[in-house]
């Protein structure tokens, strides 16, 4: 098992910033590949931005340029650093890890619980 932790969501105006963190526990030698998912009230879970083991990343082109996934592999962390921050951006954020072959786009195994951001305009 694996177990996922976000933290650093919060309320932001339009054109802000955030730092989404994501630490991973018990079996992490799974967790090769980390991604962002976002879900939107009344909209379907979608997926944001992966980061693999060698340290590729894959962004969704609305956030290409202002959103940057990263990983610290000693601590088990991701981050999404987050600027020009749009209303639209609202959503809980969820983590999630995968296995390597799995990279970009899944499916993912494991998911933490989600952080809220709320972008006002």
């Known amino acids: 098992q694996v177990q996922l932790v976000e933290s650093g969501g919060g309320l932001v105006q339009a054109g802000g910033s955030l730092r989404l963190s994501c630490t991973a526990s018990?079996?992490?030698?799974?967790?090769?590949?980390m991604g962002w998912f976002r879900q939107a009230p009344g909209k379907e879970r979608e997926f944001v931005a992966a980061?693999?083991?060698?340290?590729?990343?894959y962004y969704i082109d609305s956030v290409k340029g202002r959103f940057t996934i990263s990983r610290d592999t000693g601590k088990n962390t991701v981050y999404l650093q987050m600027n020009s921050l749009k209303p639209e951006d609202t959503a809980v954020y969820y983590c999630?890890?995968?296995?390597?072959?799995?990279?970009?786009?899944?499916?993912?195994?494991?998911w933490g619980q989600g952080t809220q951001v709320t972008v006002s305009s």
């Open positions: 999630a890890s995968t296995y390597e072959a799995r990279f970009p786009l899944g499916p993912y195994d494991y």
């Open positions: 018990g079996r992490t030698f799974r967790t090769n590949v």
């Open positions: 980061i693999a083991w060698t340290g590729a990343t």
